[in-house]
């Protein structure tokens, strides 16, 4: 059972990415599955999660500029990031757990590795 977290990069504030969070030996669609993203000397935050019935959820920090999103064919979760700020800048990582609930308390068995997001000039 693993989480692969991808699609990190450099990029100038105001542009977009798309992290993607894959899994094998489980299907993701049964999960809860979430974001959370850990920037350098700060504690890890919660930024998005989906629901096993595709409700979404975002901090306040990311709402607007940030969509969460099942590909349920590949066995994936896509976290696409538009007008990022410098203050976007961490290691984002996926997670996943039975729950939203469970998830946001951000102590779920299944993470990723983890994908980090630069933003900058």
């Known amino acids: 059972v693993q989480l692969q977290a991808s699609g990190g990069g450099l990029v100038q504030p105001g542009g977009s990415l798309r992290l993607s969070c894959a899994a094998s030996g489980f299907t993701l669609d049964y999960y809860a599955i979430g974001w959370f993203r850990q920037a350098p000397g700060k504690e890890r935050e919660w930024v998005s999660c989906i629901s096993s019935s595709d409700e979404t959820y975002y901090a306040d920090s990311v709402k607007g500029r940030v969509t969460i999103s099942r590909d349920n064919a590949k066995n994936m979760v896509n976290l696409h990031m538009t007008s990022l700020k410098p203050e976007d800048t961490a290691v984002y990582y996926c997670?996943?757990?039975?729950?939203?609930?469970?998830?946001?308390?951000?102590?779920?068995?299944?993470w990723g590795q983890g994908t980090l997001v630069t933003v900058s000039s």
């Open positions: 997670a996943a757990d039975s729950s939203v609930y469970k998830l946001r308390l951000g102590r779920s068995p299944y």
